[in-house]
């Protein structure tokens, strides 16, 4: 299973392991272990940990920053 479908599945399964009982949360543990060959105490952290932040998202750096800025200044004081 490739990286990003496994942060895609991990993260479907969180909500849902956030929202289930015990019995519930019992079923995602033992599909989580099966299907990642990973350890029962390994499951639980990665379900209950917080998600990460989508690989799409990225800090605005300064200079990009400082040009829009500029820009929406330029727009506000040049357009009649």
């Known amino acids: 299973m490739a ?3 496994k942060h895609r599945c991990i993260a479907r399964l969180q909500k849902k392991y956030a ?3 015990r019995a519930g949360k019992t079923k995602i543990l033992d599909g989580v ?3 990642f060959a ?3 105490k ?3 952290r990665l379900l209950n940990q917080v998600p ?3 690989e799409t ?3 605005i750096g300064l200079l990009e920053l400082a040009f829009l800025s500029l ?3 330029a727009v506000l004081f040049f357009n009649p």
Do not use: F, Q
């Open 3 to 5: 990286n990003l479908e």
């Open 19 to 21: 929202l289930a009982n």
């Open 33 to 35: 272990c099966l299907t």
């Open 38 to 40: 990973c350890h029962r």
């Open 42 to 44: 390994d499951a639980i």
């Open 52 to 54: 990460a932040v989508p």
């Open 57 to 59: 998202t990225r800090k």
């Open 71 to 73: 820009m929406s200044l």
